[in-house]
């Protein structure tokens, strides 16, 4: 039987993480006894306090155990944790994290989770995740870390993460083929109405343009970018605006942005193509000319590469007007 623990932090978490976590891996236990078989998991709630309020006291959670009283553990499991004191408030888990971790424990984070594990240094140099609108923050302060914003779960090392808010589920369910199989994940799918097998959060990606930087003119020309994306706007154009030779200015666009100043562009065509896929009824050739594309394959390359679907798949998602054809 493998021991897992949810753990339950001092301050403002998830408690929807904790909860769903809960249930989906106790649900695994009843499978197995619906089919004879004896339960996968002791599932625990674990935290440094015995009594936690959640969410300024509108949630008390008791927990089954304090980390003092777990000698060992298979599988640790931290949810989103908010607020700027969230390491502070929480930092006495973490010597114990780490002795698991070096003793062959697995720890899985959800969401902003990962902030705490970066922080705890369990991400240097390790490939991970979070919520995509934190991605810009997460890069700034861990830049040891490997994030891919991209991706809605992330495994290596014997680290797990997922990326924002409910894609949490979809790394349960991982889990759960991990330890389970895919016979048992299939049904615990079906029974949550989870959609297996999903691994990318570009489709959820709402682009805002990186601006937590002091660059002032880096912002200029971003401000320029996002009012004159339907023209052709070339990386000398830029640098001759702003006075700056061309490799300083791309040098300093990536640095302040992570963004290289054509996958800036890129972005900011394909958000404003999102934009009108989303609410009008124009078709998606008359919205690839009206962002600045000629190329209809560019066009549709780009946008697939950046919110991981087509054009026409993503009208059908999110637009209701198609949805209701």
């Known amino acids: 039987m493998k021991h897992i623990s949810i753990l339950v932090p001092i301050g403002h978490s998830s408690v929807t993480n904790i909860e769903g976590t809960h249930q989906v891996f106790n649900e695994v236990n009843g499978i197995c006894r619906s089919m004879g078989k004896d339960p996968l998991f002791k599932v625990q709630l674990v935290s440094i306090s015995n009594e936690v309020e959640q969410r300024n006291g509108l949630f008390t959670i008791r927990p089954d155990a304090l980390i003092k009283d777990i000698k060992k553990t298979d599988l640790i499991i931290v949810p989103a944790i908010f607020g700027d004191d969230a390491f502070d408030r929480n930092k006495a888990f973490v ?21 705490f594990l970066a922080s705890a240094g369990l991400l240097d140099g390790k490939q991970c995740a979070t919520h995509w609108r934190y991605a810009n923050e997460f890069r700034a302060k861990f830049p040891n870390a490997n994030l891919v914003d991209d991706k809605i779960i992330t495994a290596d090392s014997g680290i797990y993460t997922s990326g924002g808010a409910y894609s949490y589920t979809n790394l349960v369910v991982y889990l759960v083929e991990k330890y389970a199989g895919r016979d048992v994940a299939i049904l615990i799918s079906k029974a949550f109405m989870i959609d297996i097998d999903r691994h990318s959060q570009s489709p959820f990606i709402i682009f805002e343009g990186q601006k937590a930087h002091e660059d002032d003119a880096i912002k200029q020309a971003q401000d320029f970018i996002e009012k004159n994306y339907q ?14 030779g061309r490799r300083n200015f791309e040098r300093r666009f990536k640095k302040a942005t992570a963004n290289t100043v054509v996958e800036y562009i890129q972005r900011v065509k394909i958000e404003a193509a999102k934009k009108s896929l989303e609410s009008s009824r124009e078709n998606v050739n008359e919205v690839m000319y009206k962002v600045g594309y000629n190329d209809n394959k560019a066009f549709r390359a780009t946008f697939k590469k950046i919110t991981g679907i087509s054009p026409m798949e993503y009208r059908t998602k999110y637009n209701k007007e198609a949805i209701a054809v």
């Open 231 to 244: 023209e052709k706007i070339t990386v000398d154009q830029l640098a001759n605006m702003l006075a700056v």
């Open 95 to 115: 010597p114990w994290m780490i002795d698991q971790y070096k003793n062959g424990t697995e720890i899985a984070s959800f969401c902003l989770g990962s902030f």
